[in-house]
């Protein structure tokens, strides 16, 4: 597998490894050190077994040669990619903060606005190149170093100029329209960014029941309860996401300029991506 722009290939060899960043279905992250430059990054490791067991080698080449191309301050650098017999090694940006599962939630109401307002940033920019992000949830969004959001993974990615039918995401952030197997535009990623600020500002996910079909019913009738807790505003951005009918949806143009996240009170912080202190 060919590496971006075939600059010169890495191996093993010229990381020194650090502690171990975390698991996922392919895979595990290490901390490196690059050693000739000395450069600090998180190394994602992938058994070539495993990516023929749960992945292909299409969909995988797929996700680099659109992840190397997206250069946004929300979006997880993807540096390079090399390979050796047994596995593939993704060279991505070190994100210190880890992923926003580890939070404790609920999370404040200005610090959810940030995290969101931040998303909604880094989802604009996939869509504004043609692609469809389709795996949002906390675990795929990082934190940067400055503290700020780095959208990550881009396993299920897609170039969305037609309505695809794959079945693809996270069973609590699925879209209706995918939990009823019909056809689907980059609206599902303004659906899972409707869930991922409910998950933020309620500290559970709006949909999920004890069984797998009585969640994909949840989805489908689009039933689910906002406590009392959350703002007037923050409540009319959530049911304007989790809207069955993805045309009545609210785009994620509109998201960015929705009341909540424009709010006067840190709009300013918002805006510019800046400190991670509420
Ligand atoms: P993944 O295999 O991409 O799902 O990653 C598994 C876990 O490793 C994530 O949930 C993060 O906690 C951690 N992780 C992945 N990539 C990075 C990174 N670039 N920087 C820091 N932690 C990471």
Redesign the pocket.
Known sequence: MRNPNNAPAFCKSDFEFGKL?????????W?VREKRLGRI??L?C?RKRDILRYSSPAVLRRELCVHSTLRHRNV?RLYNWFSDSDNIYLL????????L??LHRPVSEPRARKLVAQTVEALAFCHSRGIAHRDLKL??I?LGADGNV?L??F?WSAKDTQRRTTLCGTLDYLAPELATQKPHTRAVDAWALGVLAFELLVGRAPFTAPGRKETLQRITACTYTIPQSVSPLARQFLSSLLQTDPAKRMSLADARRHPWILKPSDSIQSKENSSPKD
């Open positions: 960043l975390g698991r996922g279905a392919v895979g595990r992250v901390l990054l998180a994602k992938m997880l991505l940006e070190y994100a210190p903060g880890g992923d599962f580890a675990e795929n990082l780095r990550a993974d396993g």
